[in-house]
């Protein structure tokens, strides 16, 4: 599997992921 077929299989899920902790994150800090 070349690197470009990974990324637009994975990017989706792995933005969700990044995007979801890095929110999570922001709401920790806003919090404080």
Do not use: T
Not at 8 to 32: C, M, Q, T, V, W
């Amino acid at each position: 599997m070349d690197a470009v077929h990974w990324y637009n299989h994975n990017l989706p899920d792995l933005a969700k992921r990044i995007y979801g902790s890095s929110y999570r994150i922001a709401e920790l800090f806003g919090k404080k």
